[in-house]
């Protein structure tokens, strides 16, 4: 088994499947989210519903899409709705996960898809939240995806699209945010947690020929270790066979 | 003329517009360069329809473009291409929920025009906040009190929308106002004449765009018989009484995707947004040559059939082999075979 060879993002879109649990609803956000929810079904959840921001519920695409509106979201789908109706039900308590991705992330969890420098005068100008903030605002517990770079883990993101834990402790609740907010980030060093006093974000386990000063290296703030933290757990084989053959087999996302 | 922000909340401006359309059957047929001449005036704010990329009218997109329209307000939920004209004198502002195209990254235009300050964003949005501001329109409310947004900077810079305590809970809530954009144009599957327009597929904000926008435009694959309509309404999204003008345009998604007709033009879409526009004289070239050299999405595609060294039939049909089955979408009472031949047909009169 200790020769299975992948990718960087084959790892990630694996980690990604495997926290996401049958019978779950899952709110998926575009890019390598749209391939661990697709991964997870044909592999341990094939009943977890998935949730698109175009309206789109629990269909059976038999390709990767290539958009969270692409016809393949909603392909055989049992209901189509509109964006409102979705974000709607979530906040009414019909999604457990939002799946997201995002250019940066700080150490409360927060996400930022708007700008990189000042807002007024951006270096980069960046997407906006599209339905990111909505899904992190409504859905039970998040999950973000994204590269681990110290830039894209910095203390404070300079503009904050999509709410983690804000400022720390009892601020969500001050803010009146309904959701529970940040629950796992992975990135390609690692997969990280949230601690529950400080709100913190903290190591849960290091990839394969990574070592935790390595992640502490590439995350702009201090980072806590979990008192359990390990190694993540290589693609199987099974894994890796679904995702290369029935998942992305034309490399959209897993290159 | 006022800018058009000062008419995007004003509901008694939007209401007294509509008080004087009119409600008969009457045939709203036009080409579609009469229609954006008519009904998109410039400094309107504009609003996107379908999913941009998805259902999007590009095809009406790239006739503003042609009519050289000036000083446009876009409102992006999502955003796709059309921001492209603000280097052109197009588009002066916008109004941002969402402008990219997901994993195929940033749209430069956008980013050039808002990190040079030559493209204002008045206000940031979240989806699901822009979804309920249409939806207060639709729905004929003043503003929805929602759990979006709250707690974050997207409420900092957005000057339209407040937290306040709900009066019941004392929780805080995000107020978000009715809006009503000047001008929506929808690109959909079938349409009467009179507008009633039908789609497979996601609908999006598309009801509530409809009513809320002033100026109606509906582009459509296929022009159907009323009766058509009038026998399976249950997938009309859009009234007639808020359309203003339909024009067939067959293929008026693309480059973007047409749910259960054709697939996303993802090589042109590609090389569009990693090359093509990627400075500010490429994307002049580019604009040249496809928009000011062209004079409809025919000719255009034509020359994306010819940059492939393709037949344009052949382009067109690569296409829509790529489509998600069409048969996972009712169709009503049209087979997709015969609107397969029927729209062959035409690209190749309107393409020569």
Not at chain 1, 109 to 116: H, M, P, R, S, V
Request: include cysteine.
């Amino acid at each position: 088994m200790s020769d299975i060879q992948y990718t960087p993002r084959e790892l990630l879109a694996c980690v990604a499947a495997r926290l996401l649990k049958d019978g779950e609803s899952v709110f998926v956000g575009t890019g390598l989210p749209l391939v661990g929810a697709m991964l997870a079904k044909k592999l341990h959840a094939p009943n977890m519903m998935s949730i698109y921001e175009c309206g789109a519920v629990d269909p059976q695409p038999r390709q990767l899409p290539w958009s969270v509106a692409d016809p393949w979201t909603l392909y055989q789908a049992p209901v189509i709705l509109s964006m409102s109706s979705v974000f709607g039900h979530s906040r009414a308590g019909y999604a457990d996960v939002g799946f997201l991705g995002g250019a940066q992330i700080d150490m409360y969890g927060n996400i930022n898809a708007t700008c990189i420098g000042p807002y007024e005068k951006p270096t980069v100008r960046l997407t906006g939240s599209g339905g990111a903030n909505d899904i992190a605002s409504l859905c039970q517990r998040v999950i973000f995806m994204g590269l681990h770079l110290p830039q894209r883990f910095p203390e404070r993101v300079d503009y904050i699209t999509t709410p983690g834990f804000l400022d720390g402790p009892g601020a969500r609740e001050r803010a009146g945010l309904v959701g529970g907010g940040p629950w796992r980030v992975i990135s390609h060093l690692g997969v990280m947690g949230f601690d529950e006093e400080t709100c913190r974000m903290k190591l849960l386990s290091y990839h394969p020929g990574v070592t935790i000063e390595v992640i502490q290296e590439f995350t702009g703030f201090e980072l806590l270790v979990d008192q359990d933290v390990h190694e993540t757990e290589k693609p199987t084989e099974e894994e890796l066979y679904i995702l290369r053959n029935e998942v992305d087999p034309c490399q959209l996302f897993c290159f | 003329m006022p800018h058009a922000n000062e008419r995007l909340f004003d509901h008694q401006f939007a209401r007294e517009w509509k008080l004087k359309k009119s409600r008969a059957e009457k045939d709203k047929r036009m080409p579609l360069s009469d229609a954006i001449a008519q009904f998109v005036e410039d400094g309107d704010s504009i609003i996107e329809t379908g999913f941009a990329y998805v259902r999007g009218p590009l095809g009406a997109y790239w006739e503003i473009g042609r009519q050289k329209k000036k000083d446009l307000v876009g409102i992006f939920t999502p955003g796709g291409l059309n921001n492209v004209w603000h280097e052109f004198g197009g588009m002066e502002g916008a109004h941002v929920a969402y402008v990219g195209v997901e994993m195929r990254g940033l749209i430069s235009t956008f980013r050039r025009g808002v990190e040079a300050g030559t493209l204002k964003v008045y206000s940031e949005w979240s989806h699901g906040g822009l979804a309920l501001a249409l939806r207060a329109a639709e729905q004929g409310l003043n503003y929805v009190a929602c759990k979006s947004m709250l707690g974050t900077d997207i409420i900092k810079t957005n000057p339209y929308i407040k937290v306040e305590n709900d009066p019941w809970t004392g929780e805080p809530v995000c107020l978000v106002p009715a809006i009503y954009p000047d001008v929506a144009i929808f690109h959909v599957h079938h349409a009467d004449k009179y507008g009633n327009s039908r789609i497979w597929g996601a609908s999006v904000n598309d009801t509530a765009i409809a009513v809320a926008a002033r100026k109606v435009v509906v582009t459509c694959e296929r022009i159907v018989d009323t009766l058509d309509i009038r026998s399976n309404p249950y997938q009309v999204v859009i009234p007639h009484y808020c359309v203003d003008a339909v024009c067939e345009v067959p293929f008026g998604a693309w480059p973007g995707d047409m749910p259960g007709m054709y697939y996303f033009d993802r090589r042109l879409q590609e090389r569009v947004v990693r090359i093509e526009w990627k400075t500010p004289e490429a994307t002049k070239n580019w604009i040249e040559k496809y928009i000011y050299g062209t004079k409809d999405v025919y000719e255009m595609i034509q020359l994306a059939a010819e940059e492939e060294g393709m037949n344009v039939l052949d382009y067109v049909k690569r296409l829509e082999q790529l489509a998600c089955d069409a048969a996972f979408y009712n169709l009503g009472s049209w087979g997709i075979g015969g609107e397969r031949d029927w729209r062959y047909e035409e690209v190749a009169k309107r393409a020569i």
